[in-house]
């Protein structure tokens, strides 16, 4: 279901199916502390400006925080893995919302959504880590999912409230129809130094700081950062 919004008519939306939160337990040969095997919670769930009511990130210099409150993955996605030989079910991704009919395709930098009485903004997408590589025992997954443009994205919270599985997520605006995120997630990862694309990426207000930050500084060296170390780990080699 393409959310194309619509301002006189009926408010483009989507079935919240289920809302997960996860406690720190230990990842990887590393035991590194990450909140990423998330469970099904019910009843309704405080939303707050760091996210979920109980929902915990190991590294909050690179998770959680703000501008990366909510972790929405499509369920859409788990076909295209399992067509791939990567069986999962959610929340397999550390998805704190999890819906079906809306992918990165359908999804606008700015989007905003009321879920329950809370009120979202899409903020970025995202980047994903070796996180991901440790949680499915693949040390290509972080790269697979980046390649693959199935990253999900995140939601700042504008107003505090609740929900339960089963709200309606409601588009009520749309301030950038043209940045969808498919569209970002290829010029990060694919048209990686297209100027002009990147300098409209700046001056998105809506995007986060840090994706602003990373497009100026593509512009600057003209050059791409490193991903060694956000794909495979502090451990990775050259």
Not at 198 to 219: D, H, K, N, Q, V
Request: proline share 6%.
């Amino acid at each position: 279901m393409a959310l194309d919004f619509v301002l006189d008519g009926e408010r483009a939306a989507t079935a919240a199916e289920a809302l997960f939160i996860g406690e720190l337990a230990p990842l990887g040969p590393q035991n590194a502390p990450s909140g990423i095997r998330k469970s099904k919670v019910t009843g309704r769930q405080a939303i707050t400006r760091l996210g979920l009511a109980g929902d915990h990130q190991g590294d909050t210099k690179s998770h959680g925080g703000p501008e990366k409150a909510v972790h929405h993955y499509p369920r859409d996605h788990y076909a295209a893995w399992a067509a791939e030989g990567i069986e999962a079910m959610p929340p397999a991704f550390g998805e704190n919302i999890s819906t079906f009919g809306v992918t990165e395709a359908d999804i606008c930098i700015g989007d905003i959504f009321r879920l329950g009485n809370a009120l979202l903004q899409v903020s970025q997408g995202r980047q994903p880590c070796w996180r991901l590589n440790a949680r499915f025992e693949r040390p290509d997954m972080a790269f697979r999912v980046q390649k693959s443009g199935r990253t999900g994205w995140y939601y700042r919270v504008l107003e505090e409230g609740t929900a339960e599985a089963g709200d309606r997520l409601v588009l009520t605006e749309r301030p950038q129809p043209q940045w969808p995120l498919s569209r970002i997630i290829d010029l990060l990862y694919t048209r990686t130094l297209d100027m002009e694309s990147l300098a409209g990426l700046a001056a998105l207000p809506e995007l986060a700081p840090s994706w602003r930050t990373l497009a100026t500084r593509r512009i600057e060296t003209n050059a791409v950062e490193n991903w060694d170390r956000r794909l495979r780990g502090a451990t990775s080699q050259p």
